[in-house]
C-alpha cells in the first residue's frame, strides 16, 4: 500500500520551504508503505509526497500525477478496477495518456 502526505497552507515561498522539508520528513516515515519510488510537488497553496509500491504501470506510474498543462496535480493511493475499459474510452474521446497507471485514468475523467 502506498503511502501519501500533504499540507494544504496559503504561504509565502519563504515558508515553503518548511512545509517542504515537514512533507519529506513524514513520506520519509512511510518508506516501508512504499519502497519503490518518491515524489513530491508544492505549489502556494499545497505541498504533497508520495511513496510508491509499484503494482500497476512500474515503469511510468511516478506520482504525483500532473494534467492539462501542471493545472491539476493527483496523488491516489487505490486501484481502479476497471480502468482498462475507461482508459479506451477515454482514448477513443480523445485523451492522450502519459503513462499506462490506473492513476491516469483519474484525472483524464
Not at 500500500?1 to 515558508?15: E, F, K, R, V
Not at 516501508?32 to 505549489?43: A, K, T
Not at 504533497?48 to 492539462?68: K, N, T, V, W
Request: one cysteine or more.
Amino acid at each position: 500500500m502506498c503511502g501519501l502526505a500533504g499540507c494544504l497552507t496559503d504561504i509565502s515561498q519563504s515558508d515553503r520551504t518548511a512545509y517542504d522539508k515537514v512533507v519529506r520528513e513524514m513520506t520519509g516515515m512511510m518508506v516501508h508503505r512504499g519502497p519503490d519510488d518518491e515524489g513530491y510537488f508544492s505549489d502556494e497553496q499545497i505541498t504533497m509526497g508520495f511513496r510508491r509500491l509499484s503494482i500497476i504501470d512500474l515503469e511510468g506510474g511516478h506520482q504525483p500525477l500532473s494534467y492539462d498543462q501542471e493545472r491539476y496535480w493527483l496523488t491516489f493511493n487505490g486501484e481502479i478496477y476497471n480502468y482498462v475499459e475507461l482508459r479506451e474510452e477515454l482514448i477513443r474521446d480523445g485523451y492522450r495518456f502519459q503513462t499506462d497507471s490506473d492513476s491516469e485514468v483519474i484525472l483524464g475523467l
